[in-house]
């Protein structure tokens, strides 16, 4: 419960994605009884742990998501953030449609350019999503992104500058996008400044 008051408060608008890597099933009903739906998990292996949660929670993926654990979960996720490479939408669209269903998916870019990071380069934005038009099963609602690992507020509001530059051109570009997942427990309000529709948090609330 510590600092849900404060985050809602300074978020204006910009929708909430808690992170639940870790977390109790107990600590998760706290917050989705004060009206909080969209809830974000890092491993494959513990979201199928708390599928059981009211079936009204939207999950979301935000970790790396391996190409063979894409069967276990697309059956309870709203939307995969963590969309990284042709062959993992590739996957996705193929699980999807064999239970008939569309799933929502982020595509993650680097733009910090961090080697300890995975995500589609800045340059290679609309040659990528132009290569998954194919994919008639996912719906590619926006972008993800994270700030580079510094304290150096300047750096990460750079990146996130960037960010939302690129998303206002996917946006204008193509009609499906209207999702920019930027921010954490520790730069989500350079998130919320520089134009996030999302942020995802962790650490902070728990």
Not at 147 to 165: A, L, M
Request: include cysteine.
């Amino acid at each position: 419960m510590k600092n849900y008051k404060t985050i809602k408060d300074n978020l204006n608008n910009c929708d909430l994605c808690i992170v639940t890597k870790h977390r109790s099933k107990d600590q998760i009903m706290t917050y989705y009884d004060l009206g909080e739906r969209i809830f974000g998990e890092n491993k494959a292996q513990e979201l199928l742990t708390k599928i059981d949660l009211p079936s009204d929670i939207k999950w979301h993926f935000i970790g790396r998501l391996q190409k063979n654990k894409v069967r276990s979960i697309i059956k309870y996720v709203e939307c995969i953030q963590s969309v990284d490479s042709y062959e993992l939408a590739k996957v996705i669209n193929k699980e999807a449609l064999r239970i008939n269903k569309t799933v929502d998916i982020l595509v993650q870019f680097n733009i910090a350019q961090e080697e300890t990071k995975t995500g589609i380069s800045y340059e290679e934005a609309v040659s990528f999503i132009e290569s998954l038009s194919e994919f008639k099963n996912i719906n590619i609602k926006g972008i993800m992104l994270m700030g580079p690992h510094t304290d150096n507020t300047d750096e990460i509001e750079k990146v996130f500058k960037k960010g939302k530059q690129l998303f206002d051109f996917l946006k204008s570009k193509y009609s499906s996008i209207d999702t920019l997942s930027m921010g954490m427990s520790d730069d989500y309000m350079l998130g919320v400044k520089n134009g996030s529709t999302m942020v995802r948090i962790g650490s902070l609330l728990f």
